[in-house]
C-alpha cells in the first residue's frame, strides 16, 4: 500500500501524481526503502525506513544511505515546478556535510529549491532522525532535459 501524500491545493493532483509514479516505480528507492511522504511547489519530504541491512559496521546508518536518500528526497521538489516531468533529470553536483549519527531511527529528508534556472535547478536538503536529531545536509544541482 502506498504511503498517503500531502498535495499542495495549487498543484494539479496529476502532476503529483506522476512525481508519486516516477520515485515509487524506480528500483533503487524501492530497495533502500524510501517513501514520498509530501510534495509541494519547490518542496518535497522523503523518508528511509531504517533496518540494521542499512547500517556500517560501527553500528549506524551508512553515510551512502543517507546520501542517497538526500539525491532522491529532491525529486519531488525539483519535478513539482515542471509542467510535466522531464525526459531526463540528473544530478550535476551534490556537497554533502554529515552533521550527526542516525542510530536505529529511520531518517527524513526535506528538499526544496533554492533557484529554478532554464536547465539547472538548485536544491537544498536537510535530513533528520525521527526524534528531530539534524545527521546531514545536502546542496544539490540538477539538470533537466525537457
Known amino acids: ?14 502532476i503529483v501524481e506522476a512525481i508519486r509514479q516516477t ?15 509530501e510534495i509541494r511547489q519547490d518542496y518535497s519530504r522523503m523518508r528511509l525506513r531504517y533496518r540494521p541491512e542499512l547500517n556500517q559496521p560501527a553500528g549506524i546508518v551508512h553515510g551512502g544511505a543517507i546520501a542517497s536518500l538526500i539525491d532522491t528526497a529532491v525529486v519531488g521538489a525539483l519535478f513539482s515546478g515542471l509542467e510535466k516531468p522531464p525526459r531526463r533529470a ?39 532522525t525521527d526524534s528531530g536529531k539534524a545527521v546531514a545536509h545536502g546542496e544539490l544541482s540538477y539538470r533537466v532535459i525537457v
Open 1 to 14: 500500500m502506498q504511503p498517503a501524500i500531502k498535495q499542495d491545493p495549487v498543484m494539479p493532483a496529476a
Open 23 to 37: 520515485v515509487n516505480s524506480a528500483p533503487y528507492p524501492k530497495l533502500l526503502g524510501m517513501e514520498m511522504e
Open 90 to 128: 540528473v544530478t550535476l553536483d551534490m556537497h554533502i556535510h554529515y552533521l550527526d549519527a542516525a542510530i536505529e531511527e529511520d531518517v527524513i529528508a526535506e528538499a526544496t529549491v533554492r533557484r529554478r534556472g532554464r536547465s539547472v535547478v538548485f536544491l537544498s536538503v536537510d535530513a533528520t
